[in-house]
């Protein structure tokens, strides 16, 4: 299960497992951002680990100069295809987030969709913390919105199903030690068709918190949903937005 990202986000079904997750949830997510932080219009801004571009392109339209990266080459030709649909020009790199290097800075990096915890240690999950502040200008800001430990933990579904175009998709989750596993099965035509995994850390709020006063930041804000509710220990999200 080593790498399971790998396989699992160049897969074809990854999109249709998670077509939940649209425009409207990056919208929603955007526009709490900009917000509660001040940045000027041009900013530079640094979307990690974006995925197939939904937050990219929505900030892009507004202005300001997207740097985006993925290690995902599928979904980031899924991303090359609708900024350019959508006429917006945002560049688009291949890199891992364990190892990357730019020579710009800038203004508000984001860590978005749970990208994060996917690692076997804690050094590489969080390499990309400490890098990120070096990438940033003074009083930058770093978005990270990860799922909320403690409501994860009282709130698991340990079996979901649901059908998706032609395909039928079962996940199955568990929690192991101090990480979430889940299994997808995906079936067509009633048979067992593909099937991947997820693992991921499970930090809690205050571990994060002193990770990241460690490398240096402050925390700023934080919020337990896209729209702007207070974060306790019955939110569905842990949404923290850092500054430099």
Known sequence: MNEWFIDWFNSDE?????????????????????RNI????????????????????LLAKKGYSV????????????ARQKAKEQNVKINFLNA???????????????????SFGYFDNDDENFAFIKKSYELLNPNGYLILDYFNTEYLKKNIKQ???????DIEIIELREIIADRIFKRIKIYRQDRLFKEFYESVK???????????????YREYLKFGDY??????????????LFQK
């Open 202 to 216: 499970l930090y809690s709020y205050d571990i994060l918190k002193q990770v990241f006063k460690s490398v240096g």
């Open 67 to 78: 740097t985006a990266f993925d290690l995902s080459k599928k979904l980031l030709k899924v």
């Open 227 to 240: 729209s702007c509710n207070p974060y306790n220990s019955n939110s569905e999200r842990l949404i923290i």
């Open 14 to 34: 990854y999109l249709k497992v998670y077509q939940h997750r649209d425009d409207k949830d990056a919208k929603d997510l955007v526009d709490l951002i900009l």
């Open 96 to 114: 891992d987030i364990r190892n990357i290097y730019f020579k710009t800075k800038f203004e508000l990096i984001l860590n978005l969709f749970t």
């Open 38 to 57: 001040s940045i000027p219009n041009n900013s530079k801004i640094l979307d990690s680990s974006c995925g197939a571009g939904r937050h990219s392109i």
């Open 159 to 165: 079996e979901t199903h649901k059908k998706v175009q």
